[in-house]
């Protein structure tokens, strides 16, 4: 009998996590759940879900007969994670708090509690992805300190582990994973990546885990649930209120109680109106929030994005950008949004210019690029400016026409 390897599962009362520690236990390794209480609230309804989740964590894990433990990172999230988001809020922009958690929560504070307090050689999460590695391999991972020089010493041996997305497609959370760190990566085993949501759902019936099963999937803000959002960011930030104003004819069409309430895209409550208005651009320093008519409006539709020194998730971009400074591969920023095909450019502070093989709506500064290339989920880096939208360039167009007839024509040369 070979060592028994110790997998510390992070439980979250669902149903994924709680198939995900059942799985590693069936394969023979010791297995310690843990559940992570990240916010310290109750909820609109005045019930606190962080107990019930708890609650029903422990319970798979005494079904297991596995030891369970709790950890806190309330102090953690607020700091790394909420008062980040409030900034980018307050900067106009829309932050991605699941990606922002998994960052720095789960695959930091967690994965250096499951390793270096625990003592594990490994930890786990009910994400649906998968890496390049076997699990034989996660274990016999060393703790690598990480570079303290910008460049490595480019003769280093390196074998990266890569990140791929899991077998259900619908269910991929490869984009969730998109700003971990490689060391994480490394010592990450995910049991549901060769799985379908409805397989892992026929394990739990199977087990008996019919209280994690009657639970509808988390949505919302990641640990702070489903809420309204427009009054749950008001009891953090100062109004601010502003007019929206039509792009088309600067006209005010109603006011709102502060930028940061609507994001691109979404649907402007405007009164007195027959059909529906969108918020299309917001200028935080006027606090002005340009709405246009119709859901598919040319001010909504835009083909390139730049982002902010991007993260690989190998550390290096791959070699044939380095080399050319240019990538075929594909994007998303918004999780099961189809990919789209792109052209990306490396600039010389590290971070990228995307440009998309179509235009796609609400492209959102504060949101990630993700980007795909074949099954391999590369890194992301946040949107940061947005390229021009096609209102702005039909518009544009329109104007050098009708600038075209007053231009003085050249005198034709005499025939020689």
């Given at each position: 009998m070979g060592v028994i390897r110790h997998v510390v599962c992070a439980m979250s009362g669902g149903v994924d996590s709680s198939v995900a520690a059942l799985l590693l236990k069936k394969r023979g390794y010791s297995v310690t759940g843990v559940f992570m209480k990240n916010w310290d609230s109750l909820d609109e309804s005045g019930t606190c879900t962080t107990e019930k989740d708890c609650e029903d964590a422990y319970r798979v894990c005494q079904a297991l007969d596995i030891p369970f433990h709790q950890v806190s990172y309330v102090k953690e999230y607020w700091h790394e994670v909420f008062s980040k988001l409030l900034k980018e809020y307050e900067r106009g922009r829309t932050p991605n708090p699941d990606i922002l958690c998994n960052r720095h929560i789960k695959f930091n504070h967690f994965h250096k509690y499951a390793i270096d307090t625990l003592g594990a050689d490994a930890m786990a999460t009910g994400h649906y992805?998968?890496?390049?590695?076997?699990?034989?391999?996660?274990?016999?991972?060393?703790?690598?300190?990480?570079?303290?020089?910008?460049?490595?010493?480019?003769?280093?041996?390196?074998?990266?582990?890569?990140?791929?997305?899991?077998?259900?497609?619908?269910?991929?959370?490869?984009?969730?994973?998109?700003?971990?760190?490689?060391?994480?990566?490394?010592?990450?085993?995910f049991p549901l990546a060769g799985l379908t949501k409805d397989f892992v759902k026929k394990i739990a019936a199977e087990a008996g885990f019919h209280h994690v099963l009657k639970k509808k999937e988390s949505m919302g803000i990641c640990f702070i649930g489903e809420r309204n959002f427009e009054n749950f960011i008001m009891e953090y930030l100062e109004p601010k209120p502003g007019n929206l104003i039509s792009i088309e004819d600067g006209a005010v069409m109603g006011t709102h109680k502060g930028w940061f309430t609507l994001t691109l895209g979404q649907r402007a409550r405007i009164g007195g109106q027959r059909d529906p208005w969108f918020v299309v651009d917001k200028d935080t320093d006027t606090g002005d929030v340009f709405v246009a008519p119709t859901t598919n409006h040319p001010a909504l539709f835009r083909d390139t994005v730049g982002t902010d020194r991007f993260h690989w998730l190998t550390i290096d971009p791959p070699p044939e950008l380095i080399k050319t400074q240019m990538m075929e591969c594909h994007f998303?920023?918004?999780?099961?949004?189809?990919?789209?095909?792109?052209?990306?450019?490396?600039?010389?502070?590290?971070?990228?210019?995307?440009?998309?093989?179509?235009?796609?709506?609400?492209?959102?500064?504060?949101?990630?690029?993700?980007?795909?290339?074949?099954?391999?989920?590369?890194?992301?880096?946040?949107?940061?400016?947005?390229?021009?939208?096609?209102?702005?360039?039909?518009?544009?167009?329109?104007?050098?026409?009708?600038?075209?007839?007053?231009?003085?024509?050249?005198?034709?040369?005499?025939?020689s």
């Open positions: 992805a998968r890496t390049s590695q076997e699990d034989e391999e996660v274990f016999q991972q060393t703790h690598l300190a990480p570079p303290t020089t910008l460049f490595r010493d480019r003769f280093e041996i390196r074998n990266p582990v890569r990140l791929y997305k899991g077998a259900d497609l619908l269910k991929d959370q490869t984009f969730f994973l998109c700003q971990i760190s490689q060391e994480a990566l490394r010592q990450t085993t998303r920023f918004i999780h099961q949004m189809p990919l789209t095909p792109c052209t990306v450019t490396l600039n010389m502070n590290g971070s990228v210019w995307i440009t998309l093989s179509q235009p796609i709506r609400a492209l959102t500064p504060g949101q990630f690029a993700v980007l795909y290339k074949g099954d391999e989920c590369l890194g992301s880096g946040k949107i940061m400016q947005l390229g021009p939208s096609e209102y702005t360039l039909q518009r544009g167009r329109e104007r050098l026409v009708t600038a075209a007839p007053h231009e003085e024509k050249p005198t034709p040369e005499p025939a």
